[in-house]
């Protein structure tokens, strides 16, 4: 089908507008030059049509914290602990990037993105090569905050650090080149407490709010990582980033796994935004999230995969699962219903993008970040309910289609902007050159 038509009318699905809403049956979606200009039970016509068969169709998922530069380390650091997988494996790996592996790693995640029906994300890259992660992600079709990521001497790995009047140097290099895509965003990104130094951090703040850019950093992942931040600074972690200016809507911390009271209304008081990884928090051992505790103060939460090295998969249908169930454990299966979960999946992330004017839900005047979901797999019958199929039934291959800013970029099991078979030879071929400079292969 051609992605060259500037109307297109999806008929015959089951349109459910947000997780809030009920479902529309013999429902329509009217898209015009890239925007939803109607939702509803409605007769059109259009350039294209789409029959959905019965399809439900929803508001795109939203990736809420991803490295798109650690996919190609899918698999190469198992069974250890957080500070040992990053000195060991994932910090070489992403200091002996180059071009065409940051490309591979960056569109190989894209791929899996839109194949699992996510049509935007937040992204933490690395300290360099960041305009090929944006070019990548432009070709790929996706909608994106891609956040160049800072790292100072006192992160106690050479190759990676960079001082900070450079790391901001090259934030304005792209900025200039990215500034008003329609597309793609960029953010700032000083790592974590302990890959920072307090000036790296404020300095950071201060630049990131003079030029209008969202912030986006790790905190409280680990007990262990709490412990050392309170060695080094006196202070709980997320007590220390609000006393560096790394507080408020325009900030993103993912995990939040380890918060005292007072660090939990700190994030209340300034609408600081939780991205949540709860396979990666299992998978590294660090713990489980209190997110129906975050919800119930008002704490606005994503949910994300984090990189595909500490999860293995891009797959936020696996994240929503895996979010429901810590919560059951931790509290009782009557804690974080389904439609809460998706909440976090679509509205919770575009509210973390910055973004919630223009996607989470299917709103007219709203983009076309929509997804089609196959509501007859056998894995899903013969429940009825929406939320609960998305989050303990579905899988990402369940999705039907991906429709990004009106462009549809995955349909009867192919990527549209992206050719997958010379995807997966480069992929091996700069896999195997990235580990041999990273000098573990």
Not at 193 to 209: D, K
Not at 412 to 438: C, H, N, P, Y
């Amino acid at each position: 089908m051609s992605n060259a038509s500037s109307e297109i009318l999806i008929r015959n699905g089951l349109v459910w507008p947000s997780a809030g809403d009920e479902t529309v049956e013999d429902g329509s979606i009217l898209i015009r030059d890239g925007r939803i200009a109607r939702v509803g039970r409605f007769h059109a016509r259009a350039e294209t049509v789409i029959d959905a068969g019965g399809a439900l169709v929803m508001p795109g998922l939203i990736q809420g914290h991803v490295h798109l530069c650690q996919t190609l380390f899918r698999g190469a650091a198992e069974d250890v602990p957080l500070f040992p997988w990053l000195t060991r494996c994932v910090w070489p790996l992403e200091a002996a990037h180059d071009e065409d592996s940051m490309r591979a790693s960056a569109l190989l995640a894209c791929a899996e993105m839109i194949r699992g029906g996510v049509t935007a994300f937040l992204s933490m890259e690395t300290v360099h090569l960041t305009d090929v992660v944006f070019r990548a992600v432009e070709e790929a079709g996706l909608m994106g905050v891609i956040s160049h990521c800072l790292m100072d001497e006192s992160c106690g790995y050479e190759p990676l650090a960079v001082a900070i009047d450079d790391s901001l140097a090259d934030c304005e290099v792209l900025m200039d080149h990215w500034a008003g895509h329609d597309r793609l965003r960029l953010a700032v990104a000083p790592r974590f407490a302990l890959s920072c130094t307090e000036q790296n951090m404020r300095l950071a703040a201060r630049f990131a709010r003079e030029k209008g850019l969202l912030l986006h950093t790790h905190a409280s992942e680990q007990a262990a990582e709490v412990e050392l931040v309170r060695r080094r600074t006196g202070q709980f972690n997320i007590e220390y980033l609000h006393e560096v200016g790394l507080s408020g809507a325009d900030v993103c911390v993912a995990h939040c796994v380890h918060t005292e009271r007072h660090e939990r209304k700190i994030l209340e008081e300034t609408k600081t935004r939780v991205l949540h990884c709860p396979s990666a928090n299992m998978k590294l051992g660090s713990g489980i999230a209190p997110i129906p505790e975050y919800l119930g103060l008002g704490i606005p939460v994503a949910l994300g995969s984090d990189g595909a090295p500490c999860n293995n998969r891009l797959d936020m249908f696996l994240e929503m699962r895996q979010a429901g169930f810590a919560q059951k454990i931790r509290l009782g299966p009557e804690a974080l219903p389904a439609r809460a979960v998706v909440r976090m999946a679509t509205e919770g992330g575009a509210s973390a993008l910055a973004w919630s004017d223009e996607m989470g839900t299917l709103a007219e005047g709203k983009r076309a970040n929509i997804i089609l979901v196959n509501p007859e797999s056998v894995h899903v019958l013969p429940s009825a309910d929406p939320a609960t199929n998305l989050v303990y039934a579905h899988d990402a291959g369940d999705v039907l289609m991906t429709i990004v800013n009106g462009k549809i970029l995955f349909e009867d099991g192919q990527l549209t902007a992206i050719d997958e078979d010379r995807l997966r030879s480069d992929v091996r071929k700069e896999r195997k050159k990235l580990f041999q400079r990273a000098g573990l292969e």
